[in-house]
């Protein structure tokens, strides 16, 4: 196993989100990420990689352009420091207003993409079959001209269309954070060659409520290739774990090339964002159910609020996949 860690990122730090009405402090921070890496060091120390430099070319492999030279300018535009939030829906192309962009919310997005380009790498050049990517800003909600939910480009979709055009082959996205990746589904919604698979909370009550919902089955060549399981809350291991045994199934079935999984560790019970009851036992059985298929695993980050919860949740799952 290898894992991608660039620990820049700790000079990204939002400060501020609105909750409804309200501004609050922003969960997305540098710890959430810092105290994963602590963990890995310690038991994985010589396995950790510095990411590769690439064209920034492969952004537009998912995203539009006039999306991303809107992003890069308004980063641009801004002062060090200072936050801005979305004023004009559709103008701005953040869907939500929790999702601040800074003077480095490009560039800190970049690197992230980064990170999860160098583990596909990994995976097709270095010989490994397992790679772990701790990386933020998230991307698994950032949709093809739009960003939300901390995320600003989707380093998972950039990845699956990077092994796709230097491989050939066929990828699977298994999604395990909390929140629906509604980015990730809109990007390979008609796309036969990605097989999206989400677990998730039930968007009726749960961001980002645009998506998740189980008739949401694909279009065009796509049909029958997005797969969602809302989940109710307070869904406990045996519940999880019931329902990642059919995922695994469908992903099995499909025989992809390689599976990217989209981990975010706020199904933890000690997650401040989430009302799953996942404890570290599970997220150990969740790698062990993913250590039975016979195919490259890419793992990258995504949600998880709780530091310490991240940390160990990582570790057990990581345990469990090893196996």
Same mark, same amino acid.
């Given at each position: 196993?290898?894992?991608?860690?660039?620990?820049?990122?700790?000079?990204?730090?939002?400060?501020?989100?609105?909750?409804?009405?309200?501004?609050?402090?922003?969960?997305?921070?540098?710890?959430?990420?810092?105290?994963?890496?602590?963990?890995?060091?310690?038991?994985?120390?010589?396995?950790?990689?510095?990411?590769?430099?690439?064209?920034?070319?492969?952004?537009?492999?998912?995203?539009?352009?006039?999306?991303?030279?809107?992003?890069?300018?308004?980063?641009?535009?801004?002062?060090?420091?200072?936050?801005?939030?979305?004023?004009?829906?559709?103008?701005?192309?953040?869907?939500?207003?929790?999702?601040?962009?800074?003077?480095?919310?490009?560039?800190?997005?970049?690197?992230?993409?980064?990170?999860?380009?160098?583990?596909?790498?990994?995976?097709?050049?270095?010989?490994?079959?397992?790679?772990?990517?701790?990386?933020?800003?998230?991307?698994?909600?950032?949709?093809?001209?739009?960003?939300?939910?901390?995320?600003?480009?989707?380093?998972?979709?950039?990845?699956?269309?990077?092994?796709?055009?230097?491989?050939?082959?066929?990828?699977?996205?298994?999604?395990?954070?909390?929140?629906?990746?509604?980015?990730?589904?809109?990007?390979?919604?008609?796309?036969?060659?990605?097989?999206?698979?989400?677990?998730?909370?039930?968007?009726?009550?749960?961001?980002?409520?645009?998506?998740?919902?189980?008739?949401?089955?694909?279009?065009?060549?796509?049909?029958?290739?997005?797969?969602?399981?809302?989940?109710?809350?307070?869904?406990?291991?045996?519940?999880?774990?019931?329902?990642?045994?059919?995922?695994?199934?469908?992903?099995?079935?499909?025989?992809?090339?390689?599976?990217?999984?989209?981990?975010?560790?706020?199904?933890?019970?000690?997650?401040?964002?989430?009302?799953?009851?996942?404890?570290?036992?599970? #997220? #150990?059985?969740?790698?062990?159910?993913?250590?039975?298929?016979?195919?490259?695993?890419?793992?990258?980050?995504?949600?998880?609020?709780?530091?310490?919860?991240?940390?160990?949740?990582?570790?057990?799952?990581?345990?469990?996949?090893?196996?």
């Amino acid at each position: 196993m290898k894992i991608v860690y660039d620990p820049r990122h700790v000079f990204y730090s939002p400060k501020s989100e609105f909750d409804r009405t309200r501004m609050v402090n922003n969960p997305e921070t540098p710890q959430r990420i810092e105290e994963i890496i602590k963990v890995l060091k310690f038991k994985y120390g010589n396995s950790f990689v510095k990411p590769k430099d690439f064209p920034k070319s492969y952004i537009y492999l998912v995203h539009d352009s006039n999306y991303i030279s809107w992003l890069k300018n308004r980063c641009d535009s801004l002062e060090d420091m200072q936050e801005y939030f979305p004023k004009v829906f559709g103008y701005d192309r953040v869907f939500d207003n929790g999702t601040p962009l800074m003077k480095n919310s490009f560039e800190m997005a970049w690197m992230g993409v980064k990170c999860a380009l160098t583990g596909a790498y990994e995976l097709l050049n270095g010989g490994e079959d397992i790679v772990y990517v701790g990386t933020r800003p998230p991307g698994h909600h950032a949709g093809i001209d739009m960003g939300g939910g901390y995320c600003y480009m989707n380093n998972s979709a950039v990845a699956a269309k990077f092994l796709q055009m230097k491989s050939g082959g066929t990828v699977a996205v298994l999604d395990l954070d909390f929140h629906h990746g509604n980015g990730t589904q809109e990007i390979f919604y008609e796309d036969s060659s990605v097989l999206y698979i989400s677990l998730h909370a039930d968007p009726a009550q749960h961001f980002p409520f645009i998506s998740g919902y189980e008739w949401e089955i694909g279009g065009g060549e796509g049909k029958g290739y997005n797969i969602n399981f809302p989940l109710a809350a307070g869904t406990d291991g045996r519940t999880y774990l019931r329902t990642l045994e059919k995922a695994a199934q469908e992903i099995q079935d499909y025989d992809p090339s390689y599976l990217i999984v989209s981990l975010g560790t706020d199904t933890h019970k000690d997650d401040p964002l989430g009302n799953f009851m996942l404890g570290d036992s599970d #997220f #150990f059985e969740i790698g062990k159910i993913l250590s039975e298929l016979d195919i490259f695993k890419l793992v990258i980050q995504e949600g998880g609020y709780n530091p310490i919860a991240n940390a160990s949740a990582v570790d057990s799952f990581l345990a469990g996949l090893l196996i």
